[in-house]
């Protein structure tokens, strides 16, 4: 059974460009979460879409977005980057509780 | 805003030593999971407890959830190397949402 799948493992971008990146739930699985993990920050939830809609919404600026398609897959987009946006962004699919994370994106941000 | 506090931050350990790991809160929790981070990996999920007072043992981890529902512990007994790593409690609310604490770095040497 394949696991949450995130693409790409790790990016590099420049301040003010905006990256997107994608998540593959695993099968079945009809919520996907979005999280940013930094040293000074922890581990801070961004949104959660189910069944292509967002459920709820943490405390990020309007830069990030998401979006989930009928196949149960996610994309989260962020534009105008900062330096501050260097994190690993993790995906999690969600069934009965049991949420399942993805390796991560390593996005940093120069 | 819903915040949990872990303790302590770091804890570094010799293999074969007991410890216990909190997560504290002045909110209560529908559920608090507890998760293992290793680098370079997302979380794992260790185990799920939702009722005040519940124990669960796993293997030579024991979770306990406060009467309370507002903080959780985390027992770990004859530690090993292999269990490096990030631990992480996350408390979960009826509406959906979840906060994530500050996690606890623990390192185990031979």
């Known amino acids: 059974k394949a696991g949450v799948t995130q693409t790409p493992r790790y990016l590099i971008k420049t301040r003010g460009q905006q990256v997107t990146l994608s998540c593959s739930p695993i099968?079945?699985?009809?919520?996907v979460s979005w999280y940013q993990q930094t040293p000074g920050q922890g581990l801070q939830f961004l949104f959660e879409?189910?069944?292509?809609?967002?459920?709820n919404k943490g405390n990020f600026p309007g830069r990030f977005s998401g979006r989930q398609f009928s196949n149960s897959r996610s994309e989260m987009n962020v534009s105008t980057l900062e330096l501050g946006d260097s994190a690993l962004y993790l995906c999690?699919?969600?069934?009965?509780?049991?949420?399942?994370f993805g390796s991560g994106t390593r996005l940093t941000v120069v | 805003t819903q915040l949990l506090e872990q303790s302590p931050q770091f804890l570094s350990i010799q293999e074969g030593e007991n410890l216990t790991v909190y997560c504290n809160s002045s909110s209560v929790f529908s559920s608090l999971q507890w998760y293992r981070q290793e680098p370079g990996e997302g979380p794992v999920l260790l185990v799920t407890v939702v009722t005040g007072g519940e124990v669960k043992k796993l293997k030579r981890l024991t979770f306990q959830f406060g009467d309370a529902r507002k903080d959780s512990s985390l027992h770990i007994t004859a530690a090993q190397p292999g269990d490096t790593g990030l631990y992480l409690c996350?408390?979960?609310?009826?509406?959906?949402?979840?906060?994530f604490g500050d996690g606890t770095t623990l390192t185990v040497k031979p």
């Open positions: 999690a699919s969600s069934l009965d509780r049991v949420r399942t």
């Open positions: 996350a408390g979960g609310t009826n509406a959906g949402k979840s906060t």
């Open positions: 879409y189910f069944s292509e809609t967002q459920r």
């Open positions: 099968s079945g699985h009809r919520s």
